[in-house]
């Protein structure tokens, strides 16, 4: 049920190699990673940034700056955007360097809200 939707979601994106949607405590509830695209660890990457958005989330909130949406983090090889998909949970989105950015920003707002109606 979560598959097609993240599937979607990546083989949408130009160079998008794999997504995931997660629980902010670290576990996965379902990850697609493109065939063939030596794409790194999703579950890792998850995990690892999992607890970087906790901590993320709560400096938004002693701020007083509101829910925090999204955080996109850029390495000399891959883009992770991470898009909140309510209290709980978080989409994921790994692209290529050289992938479309802007896409992947526009399909994770679009598909997140699919996504949090079947975790209902």
Avoid: C, W
């Avoid at 405590?25 to 958005?53: C, H, K, Q, R």
């Avoid at 991470?82 to 709980?88: C, F, L, S």
């Amino acid at each position: 049920m979560f598959q097609a939707h993240i599937k979607k979601l990546v083989d949408s994106t130009e160079g998008g190699v794999a997504g995931l949607l997660m629980g902010y405590d670290g576990i996965a509830v379902e990850t697609y990673v493109v065939p063939d695209a030596a794409a790194p660890d999703m579950n890792t990457i998850g995990m690892e940034f999992s607890f970087l958005l906790t901590q993320v989330k709560k400096a938004a909130e002693s701020l007083e700056l509101g829910a925090v949406n999204e955080v996109t983090i850029r390495t000399e090889r891959l883009t992770v955007l991470m898009r909140a998909a309510g209290p709980d949970y978080f989409v994921a989105l790994a692209i290529r360097a050289e992938g479309n950015f802007g896409k992947g920003r526009y399909l994770l707002r679009v598909v997140t809200p699919k996504l949090l109606a079947e975790l209902a």
